[in-house]
């Protein structure tokens, strides 16, 4: 058996996705989700122009070899468009095998370490009155985990909170602008956990995303302030460019630390998880090399304290969703899923056998990931230019968003 034919689609049902489907010379097909959120056109024609015509007449069995091919083949490795690249062929060629195995993923990952993936749901609100009644939705749902945003009342736009059902920051064709304050979020935020944890008690879990935006020592006075609460975890409190970072806020707060998103490597983690400087690993199976190289980056963290969070937006398409699952059902360091249940219409386009249930998701049964994507119903919803915000500050300086 060989691979035959491998094609890139691009859609938009509810927002942008791109996927790259293989099929073999037996006629199996497996499916790769290839976006990346706001430069989606960039991975589809590295997948175009260079990637799938090193992939016809290959054997799709040898998942690791072709993953050493595109990666130190290309000479210029890393960076999240290679990445992205070499994750929608790693996954689509892990759904294959699946499939002439008769086994979902999973089992050929070492089958299941847990009967079910726990996840956690979105919170947020205009005012925090309005975020309780959105953390009890969730609750009354059998979310056991709770990421928590709210606005701040200085601050006319805030990441994370939206009045529309599906979140989706990327927007317009031309980044939107908002106006970021440092020092009113820091004087807001403690009393918003202060009433959520108030509300609903020690046993929910709470989590919190800062999205890059502090220094050092303002991500370690912020975990400091909020250790009354128990977070389970603070999410990208800085920039990870430089991993010393981690390293005041650990000298500061015992408030758990979770961060990788935006990693595509295991280079990028590697200090981080090594030292013990984080406790969640957020990487993802698409831009981070597919379930090949994202197995690397969790067996690391296993043998330092580092458990699994993995990242679930409505950036990844159901693909990447179903190929998490089954990692994450597998791995021994398993922590949380983030889960954003996409639009309708993402659901049709990408049919797919995974659930959710009083707290968890499983995933499917079927051989292979249990998902695939149905071209002709894609074909009716075309790319549309989208791209993420960008922040400043009030006197013009631009800041992390």
């Known amino acids: 058996m060989s691979i035959a034919a491998a094609r890139v689609i691009v859609c938009s049902p509810g927002r942008n996705f791109v996927t790259l489907k293989i099929e073999t010379s037996d006629g199996l097909t497996g499916v790769g989700d290839a976006t990346l959120n ?40 890393r960076g999240p468009v290679t990445m992205t690249a070499i994750a929608a062929v790693d996954t ?20 299941r370490s847990r009967s079910g993936v726990s996840v956690y749901g979105h919170a947020n609100g205009a005012t925090v009155d309005d975020l309780l009644s959105s953390v009890a939705s969730f609750v009354s749902r059998g979310y056991r985990a709770v990421r928590v945003q709210a606005a701040i009342p200085e601050i006319s736009e805030m990441y994370g909170v939206s009045a529309a059902a599906i979140y989706e920051p ?39 995303d800062v999205h890059h935006r502090l220094t050092p020592i303002e991500a370690a006075r912020l975990g400091k302030s909020l250790e009354p609460y128990a977070l389970t975890w603070l999410e990208d409190p800085v ?14 707060t015992t408030t758990p630390l979770a961060v990788g998103e935006v990693f595509n490597s295991i ?14 690993i957020r990487a993802t199976v698409v831009h981070a090399g597919g379930i090949t190289h994202l197995r690397r980056i969790f067996d690391l963290a296993a043998l330092h304290h580092v458990r699994t969070g993995s990242h679930g937006a409505t950036d990844l398409s159901p693909i990447c969703m179903s190929a998490a699952l089954h990692l994450d059902l597998a791995v021994p360091n398993f922590g949380l899923q983030e889960y954003m249940p996409h639009a309708p219409e993402t659901d049709e386009v990408f049919p797919h056998g995974y659930r959710y249930a009083d707290g968890y998701l499983h995933p ?10 149905d071209e002709a119903l894609a074909a009716k919803y075309p790319y549309r230019p989208a791209s993420l915000p960008v922040s400043r500050l009030a006197d013009g300086t631009l800041h992390d968003w």
């Open 239 to 252: 920039p990870a460019e430089l991993p010393d970072g981690y390293r005041l806020i650990r000298q500061h």
């Open 92 to 111: 689509a060629l892990w759904d294959i095998k699946g499939k002439v195995a008769g086994l979902p993923v999973y089992q050929l990952l070492g089958g």
């Open 364 to 373: 499917s049964e079927e051989p292979g990931l249990g998902v695939d994507i």
């Open 170 to 208: 990327a927007s317009a064709a031309i980044p939107a602008e908002s106006v970021w304050s440092t020092e009113h979020y820091l004087a807001h935020l403690p009393g918003v956990l202060a009433r959520v944890r108030a509300e609903f008690g020690p046993g929910l879990r709470l989590l919190h």
């Open 267 to 280: 280079w990028d983690g590697e200090r981080l998880i090594r030292e013990q400087l984080i406790d969640y």
């Open 38 to 77: 706001g430069r989606e056109l960039a991975v589809a024609a590295y997948l175009n122009e260079h990637v799938v015509p090193l992939l016809i007449g290959r054997d799709p069995a040898r998942i690791e070899d072709t993953w050493q091919y595109l990666y130190k083949g290309a000479y210029w490795r």
